[in-house]
């Protein structure tokens, strides 16, 4: 079991666990597979271990994370909401007037709901409050 040189789109290395270990006494905590595995490595895999081990560990990191998720979360939902999922048109000008668009939609909503208002020819936003 070696590893490849750097290739494909992606530049992956690439390891192989063939049928031939059959007699490993770790072979069912690799594969239950009776072909193997292949093991795939990107060139990123330190960089995405280092952010995975910091995203467990870190509590700053966490916070953050809950901070900001939810937020993040809901605007994807609406944009998402009502069978908004797919495309509705082909060619990315159009999808991209699209989706422009719904997000003006949705912004202008959040403002009214916010308090927005038209007064004399002028737009207020309610003061906020506590």
Request: hydrophobic share 35%; charged share 25%.
């Amino acid at each position: 079991m070696a590893l490849s040189d750097p290739g494909g789109q992606h530049h992956q290395r690439k390891a192989s666990f063939g049928g031939l270990r059959t007699g490993c006494h770790l072979r069912e905590r690799c594969t239950k597979a009776k072909a193997g595995r292949i093991l795939t490595i990107r060139p990123h895999h330190d960089l995405q271990t280092a952010a995975r081990h910091q995203a467990a560990t870190d509590p700053d990191w966490q916070a953050d994370y809950r901070r900001w998720r939810p937020p993040v979360e809901r605007a994807v939902a609406w944009l998402v909401h009502h069978g908004n999922r797919r495309l509705r048109y082909r060619g990315t000008v159009k999808n991209d007037t699209w989706l422009h668009t719904r997000a003006a939609a949705l912004n202008l909503r959040r403002l009214i709901n916010l308090g927005l208002t038209h007064i004399d020819g002028a737009w207020h936003l309610a003061p906020a409050t506590t």
